[in-house]
């Protein structure tokens, strides 16, 4: 029954380690300090394999800067949610805003999986303890 209970144990600290591992790795994650802007485009591209990427207007501590988009063939005029790096350097390149929402959407999914497999290998071990008696 020790046995039984030992293993359980260690499941369980494992599981969680499972678990918490993508939180402690994306704290990590970003290298460079970046801050959201509202870009707008002034030179559209259209997209394929030669692609640079459209050119936007970001204003940057109140100057406007030209920067290359990581996106294309959007239109002349529109108005993009954009992260910069908060301290530019060289060719300004900008990227489109990482929805959060989404990234927590799926940690909270992954969890789900976890916490049920767990559940379903205590409620085998509780079985088991019951089973021998």
Known sequence: MASILLVLGFLGVVVAGVTVWPLVAAS?????????????????????????????????????????????????????QVMVPTHPSGQLRVGPVKDQAT???ALAWRTNIVLVTLAAVAGGGFGMLLGRR
């Not at 970046?34 to 050119?55: H, K, M, S």
């Not at 207007?57 to 959007?74: L, N, S, W």
């Open 28 to 80: 990590g994650e970003r290298k460079t300090a970046e801050r959201e802007a509202t870009a707008v485009v002034v030179e559209p591209r259209p997209c394929g394999q030669r692609a640079a990427g459209d050119v936007v207007e970001v204003r940057i501590d109140g100057k406007p800067q030209r920067a290359t988009f990581d996106g294309c063939g959007h239109t002349r005029g529109q108005r993009l």
């Open 103 to 105: 990234e927590l959407e």
